[in-house]
């Protein structure tokens, strides 16, 4: 079985923005994970596990794409859920066009028996989760509210397999679709 996704690659200027980020949050007493900025990206669709020949029915679904390049700013540092955070990330404004973008992709994958998902989608890209709260991180997220990461063009997106590791997720690109 292949862990796959498909996702949006953010720029490097992006990357090192997230990094100068983490660094800041690393000063609260909470025990964080952080994502490597190195590896981080917009999930669009998370797939899950899948046989070896899916990952060929996959691929050849999304040849089919047909999309419109858009632009996308991230702006401001945020909790998943303000009562039981477990995630630090920062949301994308797009005007829905990432959401649309999802919702093509699972058209394409839902005759090859990928299962669309209910909840709402929102862009994100994720700075770290929480393994334990401490209120200095609130004082921290709180203060990259109007963080300005910038915005960049999505023209493509990238079919990814990820195999976890205790020192993190390793990705290997399957796939690039460009639109």
């Known amino acids: 079985m292949v862990r796959v996704f498909i996702a949006v690659e953010i720029p490097e200027e992006f990357r090192l923005c997230l990094g100068e980020v983490q660094n800041e949050l690393k000063f609260s007493k909470a025990?964080?994970?952080?994502?490597?900025?190195?590896i981080a990206h917009i999930t669009i669709k998370f797939i899950g596990e899948v046989a070896p020949d899916k990952?060929?029915?996959?691929?050849?679904?999304?040849?089919a794409?047909?999309?419109?390049?858009?632009?996308?700013?991230?702006?401001?540092?945020f909790f998943n859920n303000s009562s039981r955070p477990r995630v630090i990330w920062t949301p994308g404004y797009d005007g829905s066009r990432s959401s649309d973008l999802k919702v093509?992709?699972?058209?394409?994958?839902?005759?090859?028996?990928?299962?669309?998902?209910?909840?709402?989608?929102?862009?994100?890209?994720?700075l770290a989760r929480i393994k334990r709260f401490?209120?200095?991180?609130?004082?921290?997220?709180?203060?990259?509210?109007?963080?300005?990461f910038g915005s960049f063009k999505v023209g493509?997106?990238?079919?990814?397999?990820?195999i976890l590791k205790p020192e993190g997720p390793v990705y290997d690109d399957l796939m690039e679709v460009e639109f």
Not at 65 to 77: C, I, L, N, Q, T
Not at 105 to 126: A, C, N, S, W, Y
Not at 134 to 148: I, M, R, T
């Open 31 to 38: 025990h964080l994970n952080f994502v490597d900025p190195a």
């Open 55 to 63: 990952v060929t029915s996959i691929k050849r679904a999304l040849e």
């Open 65 to 77: 794409m047909k999309f419109s390049p858009y632009e996308v700013a991230f702006r401001g540092v």
């Open 104 to 126: 093509h992709i699972e058209d394409l994958l839902e005759p090859e028996g990928i299962m669309r998902e209910k909840r709402k989608f929102q862009p994100h890209v994720t």
């Open 134 to 148: 401490h209120p200095s991180l609130a004082e921290s997220v709180v203060s990259f509210g109007d963080f300005d």
């Open 156 to 162: 493509s997106i990238v079919f990814k397999s990820s």
